[in-house]
């Protein structure tokens, strides 16, 4: 869905804070934000709020509002706040000779201008969230085949900049990718994660393990669940030395149809997750990634902090 316009962003605020002002413990209001749970650091990645206005700011409300101290930004956000040029069409159509050339015009002027960006901005931005109690944890930027060297050094430089102690993307199948993307990880010591949606078993991380230390996993426990119809956590006990994060999220699974479900009414093994987590003493971060879809009479803040009792219950 497209954000709504943040000509309403005041409005919905006033309306939906409300609500959650309510449904948190006063504390978490007052003062700032700690989403540590039993040794367990939970966060959340911005795509959790792409249904609302997602300014660098806005998602610094969100997160102090529901007490979240941690989070996966993503690189739309980030880079809007150092002043990218705005990107291109989006949203579903034709794709026409023009939109076509929109699109590569785009592209071709957010490449010039990170060439050129000054981390003065980021760095800014860091300090943004961290007086506030947030922890820029992770940053998603992908690499990708067709960026240049330069390119590549500057999604690191402005993860560096950010604090971020690890750079996600999607699990490639191009092995040159992630041998590529795990140098650049090595030569500055930032991990790359890489992040799966349901293409994956127990095998697909690998081949880009063996390339480099700073490659890991960011495992998605939900859709980890979905394709393999069992639990992930054999999966966590013998890879947990080269796990970078989670995304947390609640699916059945494939053999079961599949999909997303509201927090304890799919397949995935969340609570059993977490308690392995705090008994482990697993230190990277779990991220909730709100991806049901919002019931009736609630809306997304609502949702993500049910999402964050939920975590605060199962560690307690």
């Known amino acids: 869905m497209i954000p709504p316009s943040t000509q309403n962003a005041s409005l919905w605020n006033r309306r939906d804070f409300g609500k959650l002002a309510a449904a948190l413990p006063a504390a978490a209001l007052a ?83 990170r060439l050129s960006a000054s981390m003065d901005r980021y760095k800014e931005l ?20 067709a960026m240049s060297d330069d390119e590549c050094e500057y999604v690191f430089q402005v993860a560096k900049s950010l604090g971020a102690k690890c750079i996600t993307m999607e699990l490639p199948s191009d092995a040159a990718l992630s041998e590529r993307a795990g140098k650049f990880g090595s030569n500055h010591r930032i991990y790359v994660g890489y992040h799966n949606h349901m293409q994956v078993n127990a095998q697909s991380w690998d081949t880009a393990l063996g390339q480099s230390k700073y490659n890991s996993i960011n495992l998605d426990v939900g859709h980890f669940t979905q394709a393999i119809s069992a639990s992930p956590i054999p999966f966590i006990r013998e890879h947990h030395a080269r796990i970078s994060s989670f995304h947390l999220k609640d699916k059945k699974y494939g053999s079961n149809g599949g999909g997303n479900t509201v927090w304890g009414q799919g397949q995935t093994p969340l609570v059993e997750i977490l308690q392995l987590m705090a008994k482990a003493k697993y230190s990277w971060p779990a991220n909730i990634e709100l991806e049901y879809d919002i019931p009736a009479g609630s809306d997304v803040l609502a949702e993500m902090a049910k999402c964050v009792g939920f975590c605060r219950k199962a560690l307690s």
């Open 31 to 113: 003062a700032k934000p700690d989403s540590k749970f039993g040794g367990v650091q939970i966060g959340c990645i911005t795509y959790s709020f792409r249904q609302l206005p997602s300014t660098a700011a806005d998602v610094l409300r969100y997160c102090t509002g529901l007490g979240i101290s941690s989070i996966e930004l993503m690189g739309d956000v980030a880079e809007s706040f150092a002043g990218a040029p705005a990107g291109g069409p989006r949203g579903r159509r034709e794709m026409t000779p023009e939109l076509r050339e929109a699109m590569r015009k785009a592209a071709d002027d957010r490449r010039r201008w």
């Open 126 to 145: 860091r300090m943004m969230f961290n007086n506030a109690g947030v922890s820029i944890d992770l940053f998603k930027l992908p690499l990708t085949a």
